[in-house]
């Protein structure tokens, strides 16, 4: 099994949120205009920036589509300028549009834990603060058996040195992020969080898993 810690050693000031535009709370909840098709199923992933996270999974064979948004927390309809309160409980997440037939949940659950660090504590790369912990979240009890075994296996393999902080929930709402957030990468490359950690961070996930990609990356 390969796994891959992704830290990133990156010394900037820019951060994920601090790229952010500002949004009021009257701003309408973003959702998807397409419906998804038939057979395909959804995963969600918090493990830092979700514009770094949404561009992992968007490389991976199988997966028809990942968007940008919120979970774990309490408030309802949440919006950036809530999530960097911390007052939210919510992290930022991502949704996983994936077809079962192509790749399985086990190795979507790969791709979360070898394209970040789950030892660190409400925090990511140059990014800190609850929003960036660790969270797999399952939404069947064999999702739930799935990430639970997985990580006792990295445990008992020692992949990691550190303690592995991954918090294990069942996600219970996923909040769609400002559509400025939806494809954040592909769509700003010159942004500098962008350039310097975001893309970095994909180049060492593609890096560590050529098979696991699709043929344009």
């Known amino acids: 099994m390969k796994i891959i810690v992704?830290?990133?050693?990156?010394v900037s000031l820019q951060t994920c949120i601090s790229n952010s535009p500002a949004s009021n709370h009257t701003e309408p909840v973003w959702t998807p205009q397409t419906e998804m098709q038939q057979g395909l199923k959804k995963a969600y992933f918090a493990s830092g920036c979700f514009w770094c996270v949404e561009a992992v999974y968007e490389s991976v064979k199988g997966v028809t589509e990942a968007y940008s948004g919120y979970a774990g927390g309490f408030t309802i309809n949440p919006n950036s300028n809530q999530i960097v309160t911390e007052k939210t409980g919510h992290a930022e997440a991502i949704e996983v549009i994936y077809d079962p037939n192509v790749v399985s949940f086990s190795t979507l659950l790969q791709v979360?834990?070898?394209?970040?660090?789950?030892?660190?504590?409400?925090?990511?790369?140059p990014d800190r603060g609850s929003q960036y912990r660790s969270i797999a979240f399952y939404t069947s009890p064999e999702e739930q058996e799935i990430i639970v075994k997985y990580i006792e296996?990295?445990?008992?393999?020692?992949?990691?040195?550190?303690?592995?902080?991954?918090?294990i929930k069942p996600?219970?709402?996923?909040?769609?992020?400002?559509?400025?957030?939806?494809?954040?990468?592909?769509n700003n490359p010159n942004n500098p969080y962008v350039r310097q950690v975001s893309i970095p961070r994909l180049r060492k996930f593609q890096n560590a898993y050529p098979e696991l990609l699709k043929e344009n990356h």
Do not use: C, M
């Open 6 to 10: 992704a830290i990133l050693s990156v």
């Open 153 to 167: 296996l990295l445990q008992e393999k020692e992949i990691f040195s550190n303690e592995i902080v991954t918090e």
């Open 171 to 186: 996600l219970e709402k996923f909040y769609y992020a400002e559509e400025y957030h939806q494809n954040y990468e592909k």
């Open 112 to 125: 979360f834990f070898g394209s970040h660090d789950p030892t660190t504590p409400n925090r990511q790369g």
